[in-house]
């Protein structure tokens, strides 16, 4: 969720160059209806996916369906501040852009995507707790799960406490550079 939004969110602006021509078409504007268009798409595909699975007879129950849903809504969030950010970097600095698609991987193979946090040893488990992402998705692991053991110190406050700050740091960038953002 995280990756496929912040990817698609902060190529909006350059995709949607022309659009920019109407005045009442911000720069921000095309980056939250990207995100959100993500975000239902995501939804739509995994209802269908879990129809199907439902139909098929297999039974997926989720222990706590509100923890899902934050840590859910919190990535989507996080990826829409770091969508805002990114955004403006890459039309200031169009070099970035392909740096910060590159920083993304090892975001997410140290989030706990591919592997559960708890099988990483302590000395470095605590340095990737600083990771908001792997809050988001220890949250949904453990909200899904009864039976999953999740790490020590997940809190999604600390998710929120990350997005909190992209979104205002995002807005506050796209506040800034709004006229070079359409001039370019």
């Known amino acids: 969720m995280f990756r496929r939004t912040a990817g698609q969110g ?3 602006i350059a995709a949607n160059l022309a659009l920019f021509t109407y005045r009442q078409v911000k720069p921000v504007d095309t980056i939250i209806t990207r995100c959100v268009l993500e ?3 995501l939804l739509l595909i995994s209802s269908v996916i879990f129809g199907v699975l439902a139909l098929l007879g297999v039974a997926l129950w989720v222990d706590d369906l509100l923890e899902v849903l934050l840590a859910l809504g919190g990535l989507w969030l ?3 501040g770091w969508s805002m950010c990114t955004s403006v970097a890459a039309e200031l600095i169009p070099e970035l ?3 910060l698609n590159l ?3 090892p975001l997410m ?3 706990g995507v591919i592997f559960p946090l708890s099988a990483i040893p302590y000395p470095w488990l605590d340095w990737i707790m600083y990771n908001p992402v792997a809050h988001g998705v220890e949250g949904i692991r453990a909200g899904i799960s009864p039976y999953y053991h999740h790490v020590q110190g ?3 406050s600390y998710l929120y406490t990350w ?3 992209m979104l205002f740091f995002g807005l506050a960038l796209q506040v800034r550079y709004r006229e070079r953002l359409v001039a370019l």
């Open 78 to 80: 996080l990826a829409l």
């Open 39 to 41: 975000g239902v798409i």
């Open 163 to 165: 997005v909190l700050g």
């Open 103 to 105: 920083l993304l991987v």
């Open 97 to 99: 852009a392909n740096t």
């Open 154 to 156: 997940l809190s999604l």
């Open 10 to 12: 902060a190529a909006s």
């Open 109 to 111: 193979l140290v989030s």
